[in-house]
């Protein structure tokens, strides 16, 4: 298990690092600038912070091994939509797929939805591709490609904990409220978000 997590985090290093080839027109020389675009870029958009936040809530309402998987999946498949946007390749309705992921992971919280381990993965696996490419198309111009997606794929990380560290409090009674509560409050503001998407 250690193993595949290890390739998978080569994985998307790897594919970080060939997106500085090809993102020529902002290859940037600038890597603590970079890096600090990079990590502020998910915290400044609240569709993104409630998204992640959730994908955390849910590996911890979940258990183990979602408690881990879904975060450490959400960032891989995150780098890979990353390059699909360094690269300038259309994606349709992206606006719309990162406000559902809001609004699904939050109703999957306040709901207590329970689907196979795949199931949830793939779910998750899907929006992060949102996320990702929202993160690569907006690169600024004269950034470093690699220091500003890896200041992304961090700071998606560590709203990840956020969650998870809410997500603890699921093993109380009072907590389970909570944790519930606070998966409605992502489920309403994804719904705000979509429904700005598609006015």
């Known amino acids: 298990m250690k193993h595949s997590a290890n390739r998978g985090i080569g994985l998307v290093f790897a594919a970080l690092l060939f997106s500085t080839g ?18 502020f870029h998910p915290v400044t958009g609240l569709d993104h912070v409630v998204a992640m936040i959730a994908v955390g809530l ?15 999946t959400f960032p891989l498949v995150m780098a890979f939509g990353g390059f699909l946007g360094l690269l300038g390749i259309p994606m349709p309705g992206g606006e719309i797929g990162i406000a559902l992921s809001g609004v699904l992971l939050g109703a999957a919280v306040l709901a207590e939805t329970r ?3 795949f199931a949830a993965a793939i ?14 198309a907006e690169l600024p111009v004269g950034e470093n ?3 500003f997606s890896l200041g992304f794929v961090i700071a998606t990380g560590l ?12 093993q109380w009674p009072w907590g389970k409220i909570t944790v519930r509560a606070v998966g409605g409050m992502v489920g309403a503001v994804g719904a705000f978000f979509l429904w700005n998407a598609l006015a």
């Open 22 to 39: 090809v993102a020529e027109a902002h290859v940037g020389t600038g890597g603590a600038s970079g890096f600090a675009a990079g990590f």
């Open 58 to 72: 849910w590996g911890a309402q979940l258990g183990k091994p979602a408690i881990w998987m879904l975060p450490i």
């Open 115 to 117: 689907p196979p381990l």
């Open 123 to 136: 779910l998750i696996g899907v929006f992060a591709i949102f996320h990702g490419y929202a993160h690569g």
């Open 145 to 147: 490609a690699l220091f």
């Open 159 to 170: 709203l990840h904990a956020v969650g998870i560290v809410i997500g603890l409090l699921y």
